[in-house]
Structure formats: C-alpha cells, structure tokens
C-alpha cells in the first residue's frame, strides 16, 4: 500500500506560480511510475504530467512549456512546477501512483491517489 499526500496548493494570479508536491510513503520510492492529474468543477479529472521511476516526463499539451514535473528520490517526493498559470489551470490537483516503468494517461491505471489540494488562478 502506497500513501500520497500533496500539499502546495493555493491562490496565485495569472501569470504566476506554485509548487505543488507529493509525497509517498508505505512502500519502497523506487520501480514507481508517477501522475499529477487535475478535476476543474463539473469536468472529469484529466493527465496533466507524468515522471517515470527512469526520469522521463509526459506533459499534455496544454501545460508544455508551462509545468515541469520532477522527483526527489531520495526524499520520496514528486513536484509539480507550475509557472505562467492561467485561471483554466484552476483545478483539484491530484497525485497519483502505479509500481510499473511505464507511464499511461489514463486514470485508471493508477493504482494509488492522494487527496487533492486546490489551485485557484485568479484573472
């Protein structure tokens, strides 16, 4: 079992940024692929970014250039780099985990999830 719990949400304006980060614990750091996703209200939650256990990244497309996603190994943690946000990035940010080398999109080939922490970009 996998425990993830993020933290840096906040307000930040347009143009702005935040770090959010993610950090994992309940089992060994490594062999684990993982996710940020964000859920705007009434939408589904979608991929944002994505970092293998190797170090390679998946970005979508609309957060390339703007977001960069990154682990500290040896501290467990994952950071979501935000800059240049822009009020659609106003969202619940999740971070998610699967025990695999690759790195899918989809929600469910996730294993676990943290609780979210809210982002709110004001115009």
């Known amino acids: 079992q996998v425990q993830l719990v993020e933290s840096g949400g906040g307000l930040a304006h347009t143009g702005g940024s935040l770090r959010l980060s993610c950090v994992a614990s309940?089992?060994?750091?490594?062999?684990?692929?993982f996710g940020w996703f964000h859920q705007a209200p009434g939408k589904e939650r979608e991929f944002v970014a994505g970092i293998s256990w190797q170090g390679s990244t998946d970005y979508a497309d609309s957060v390339k250039g703007r977001f960069t996603i990154s682990r500290d190994n040896a501290k467990n943690t994952v950071y979501l780099q935000m800059n240049a946000l822009k009020p659609e990035d106003t969202a619940v940010y999740y971070c998610?985990?699967?025990?695999?080398?690759?790195?899918?999109?989809?929600?469910?080939?996730?294993?676990?999830w943290g609780q979210g922490t809210q982002v709110t970009v004001s115009s």
């Open positions: 998610a985990s699967r025990f695999s080398v690759t790195m899918p999109r989809s929600l469910s080939s996730y294993s676990y």
């Open positions: 309940g089992r060994t750091f490594s062999g684990y692929t």
